[in-house]
């Protein structure tokens, strides 16, 4: 029977998200079988062939593996207890392709799913994709079971299909990639594949295959490539070697005539070089003192001082610097204090909220019973946690759930009465200079490029809401070199400078799609300094629930005008809704103040949804750079240490053809808090996206300080997410 398209279709869309939503909803019932090694492919396996191991959930993880067959870089992430991804940058020797360089260049993208895990004398058992978006040069599918026989010894057995049954898809010249090949999927033959797994000690593994893989590539030409030596047998061996506790070494054959290494690291986010920390202590709950020991105290005649609020408002906001906090503004009164304040150093907004309720018992007067903690973000306050000062008081030595569910969570209004600015805190002028490296990953011609060079960046807030923000920067090193576009019909080639820059009519693509991203190369390799940055940004709150904000001038380094911005938040709530409408004019390529012809009004509406285990679904849709009008759907995971790891796509009504290789835009988004790395508190961030292209369509504009991700810090789920480090 012949598959219909629509069928195609919608297995291309509903396979994958079955999978994840399949983990999400799946209940673990049996200890998890974790993996022993690293397949040449970059998740848990054999040697070449699948097993149904995990890693421990939300392992990151990297993979170089080098042979005669190919050298494949890898980045895998345990996204679920069950479900594993693999994003994956071959160089594969033996096919020639129009560089005629005896290799080609191909990236790929695996999903994994364990069906079941372990359990008595049931085997785990796992399906995975392999290279299910790319062009297909290791495309296949396979179902594996994976049985621990032994302490020290598993075995695994499955049915492959595509090259893991020795049966490799041709490959359409043609195909622009990066859409599923869903007409194949398990189909072609299959054949079986099982491996061997023998742990000596604990860091020797060693592993013995059965694998059908041929290492041939043919194309729909008719030619046919064979990718180093022919394999002389269907065994293949293995010895890997781990150490570190997060390192391991491997070295193996293929065949028997194929020899090949490769090396691999797992970093577990809940295991960080410094579990604990190295910020100091904070201050203890200073209970109060009984009633006849300090009448006034607990009376209240105090607030009739008129130096009473501004001393203890001083004294307060001193002691709260030195935790990196700023008291922003204060409002007391005999019985109720709340302060306004600005996290400036801790990755949890319950930490800094813990450590200003602790100072707080022990500036306050003891007739203050009501604690009223609001957090501000750009001057715009965004929640407000009231505790009573006795349950911070009987509850300091209890964990954190009990003050958790003593407090209160609510959504604080622009102004309150009383509120009385402390004084010195506007206008503030911050700055800093760094280093800065930007790096290009998995890039189709290139594959790493780098640029490292000095970041120096300033802010300047006016007042509460007003931020006047800039950055320079100066270039050191690096082969992220200044080329144009690729020149349509000659794969390889590209427009130098000079050639773009004197002809306005190359900035449209032949198809009639302007080049909004596709020239991002212009803008790299200044040798004078540059401008990537340079805005005036106004937050304000017009509504309890209800933000807004406007940012005009450089907004990126290619991009400059005003953008603006609404959302809707309420503190429990969720569900987010937010707007954004933009309109910009493409910079010159030195990042100065010159502009170039280019201009556009585009924008979204967006919904933010955050479910259970740290994730966050966002979907956005509107009208894009290269005006182009479509949607873009991103899946994003924070753990409770500030680690996040995302995926989004998007499609518009660009077609393939216009898009150009990749046929839509996607990538793979990774944000590692510095704080995880060097155990001190900071709320500075590591940031990387894994796009292998840089296309026109479906291209956001990249503003900082989007409403959304200032906001949630402070409301209902990430905060309590977080709540474990109230008492820290």
């Given at each position: 029977m012949r598959r219909s398209p629509l069928l195609g279709r919608l297995m291309a869309t509903t396979l994958p998200v079955a999978l994840v939503l399949g983990s999400v909803s799946t209940t673990a019932v049996a200890d998890p079988?974790?993996?022993?090694?690293?397949?040449?492919?970059?998740?848990?396996?054999?040697?070449?062939t699948p097993t149904a191991e995990t890693l421990q959930d939300g392992t990151l993880g990297a993979t170089i593996s080098w042979s005669d067959y190919a050298r494949r870089s890898s980045v895998v992430f345990q996204a679920l207890p069950g479900l594993t991804a693999v994003l994956r940058y071959s160089r594969v020797d033996g096919i020639n392709d129009y560089r005629d360089d005896g290799y080609i260049t191909d990236r790929s993208l695996d999903l994994r799913y364990q069906v079941l895990d372990e359990q008595g004398w049931r085997p785990a058992l796992a399906v995975g994709l392999q290279d299910f978006l790319g062009t297909g040069v290791y495309s296949g599918e396979y179902i594996v079971a994976t049985k621990t026989v032994t302490p020290t010894v598993r075995v695994s057995a499955g049915l492959g299909w595509g090259v893991l049954a020795g049966k490799p898809r041709t490959i359409d010249i043609d195909d622009e990639g990066g859409t599923p090949n869903v007409d194949q999927w398990f189909r072609g033959g299959t054949r079986p594949f099982a491996s061997v797994s023998w742990q000596v000690n604990d860091r020797l593994n060693l592993v013995a295959e059965y694998s059908n893989m041929d290492y041939v590539a043919r194309y729909s030409n008719g030619q046919v490539f064979q990718q180093g030596e022919e394999p002389d047998s269907n065994l293949n061996l293995a010895a890997f070697y781990r150490f570190g506790g997060n390192y391991e070494v491997g070295v193996y054959t293929i065949g028997g005539n194929t020899f090949g290494a490769q090396f691999s690291i797992a970093l577990n986010p809940r295991e960080a070089p410094y579990p604990s920390g190295l910020e100091k202590a904070p201050a203890p709950v200073r209970p109060r003192a009984a009633p006849q020991a300090d009448p006034d105290g607990w009376s209240g005649t105090w607030a009739q001082d008129p130096t009473a609020q501004p001393a203890i408002q001083t004294a307060l906001g001193q002691a709260m610097a030195k935790e990196g906090q700023t008291l922003e503004s204060m409002a007391l009164s005999p019985g109720r204090a709340e302060v306004?304040?600005?996290?400036?150093?801790?990755?949890?907004?319950?930490?800094?909220?813990?450590?200003?309720?602790?100072?707080?018992?022990?500036?306050?007067?003891?007739?203050?019973?009501?604690?009223?903690?609001?957090?501000?973000?750009?001057?715009?306050?965004?929640?407000?946690?009231?505790?009573?000062?006795?349950?911070?008081?009987?509850?300091?030595?209890?964990?954190?759930?009990?003050?958790?569910?003593?407090?209160?969570?609510?959504?604080?209004?622009?102004?309150?009465?009383?509120?009385?600015?402390?004084?010195?805190?506007?206008?503030?002028?911050?700055?800093?200079?760094?280093?800065?490296?930007?790096?290009?990953?998995?890039?189709?011609?290139?594959?790493?490029?780098?640029?490292?060079?000095?970041?120096?960046?300033?802010?300047?807030?006016?007042?509460?809401?007003?931020?006047?923000?800039?950055?320079?920067?100066?270039?050191?090193?690096?082969?992220?070199?200044?080329?144009?576009?690729?020149?349509?019909?000659?794969?390889?080639?590209?427009?130098?400078?000079?050639?773009?820059?004197?002809?306005?009519?190359?900035?449209?693509?032949?198809?009639?799609?302007?080049?909004?991203?596709?020239?991002?190369?212009?803008?790299?390799?200044?040798?004078?300094?540059?401008?990537?940055?340079?805005?005036?940004?106004?937050?304000a709150k017009p509504a309890p629930t209800v933000y807004t904000r406007v940012t005009a001038g450089l907004l990126e380094r290619a991009y400059g005008g005003v953008s603006t911005e609404v959302l809707w938040k309420p503190v429990n709530s969720p569900l987010a809704l937010g707007a954004e409408v933009n309109h910009v004019k493409k910079r010159d390529f030195d990042q100065l103040f010159d502009f170039r012809d280019y201009e556009v009004t585009m924008g979204h509406v967006s919904a933010y949804y955050e479910f259970a285990r740290g994730f966050t679904a966002q979907l956005d849709v509107g009208k894009y750079l290269a005006g182009d009008k479509g949607a873009t759907i991103s899946l994003t995971r924070e753990f409770a240490n500030g680690w996040r790891v995302g995926a989004y796509a998007t499609k518009t009504d660009l077609s393939a053809e216009e898009f150009g290789e990749g046929s839509f835009d996607k990538g793979v988004t990774l944000s590692i808090p510095l704080g995880w790395a060097t155990g001190q508190p900071s709320r500075e961030r590591v940031d990387a996206n894994l796009r292998s292209l840089s296309r026109d369509g479906g291209a956001q504009l990249n503003v900082r300080d989007r409403l959304y991700d200032q906001v949630r810090d402070s409301h209902s789920v990430k905060l309590y997410e977080g709540w474990g480090r109230f008492w820290r």
């Open positions: 079988m974790y993996a022993r090694n690293m397949s040449t492919f970059g998740l848990p396996g054999g040697i070449d306004r304040l600005h996290n400036g150093r801790y990755i949890s907004q319950a930490e800094a909220i813990g450590r200003t309720a602790r100072l707080m018992t022990r500036a306050l007067p003891p007739s203050v019973e009501t604690f009223v903690i609001t957090s501000t973000a750009e001057g715009v306050p965004t929640s407000s946690v009231t505790l009573r000062r006795s349950d911070v008081e009987r509850l300091e030595n209890t964990e954190a759930g009990q003050i958790a569910s003593a407090s209160a969570l609510s959504d604080a209004p622009a102004g309150a009465p009383g509120l009385v600015r402390s004084e010195g805190v506007y206008p503030r002028f911050r700055w800093s200079i760094k280093p800065y490296v930007s790096l290009g990953i998995f890039s189709a011609e290139d594959g790493l490029t780098h640029e490292v060079g000095a970041e120096a960046r300033a802010s300047y807030e006016i007042a509460p809401g007003l931020v006047l923000t800039g950055a320079l920067r100066q270039r050191a090193f690096g082969n992220i070199d200044r080329r144009g576009p690729g020149i349509p019909g000659q794969r390889g080639e590209y427009y130098t400078p000079e050639e773009y820059e004197a002809n306005p009519a190359l900035e449209t693509t032949p198809e009639g799609v302007p080049r909004v991203r596709s020239d991002t190369r212009m803008y790299s390799d200044n040798s004078s300094p540059v401008i990537p940055e340079l805005t005036l940004a106004w937050y």
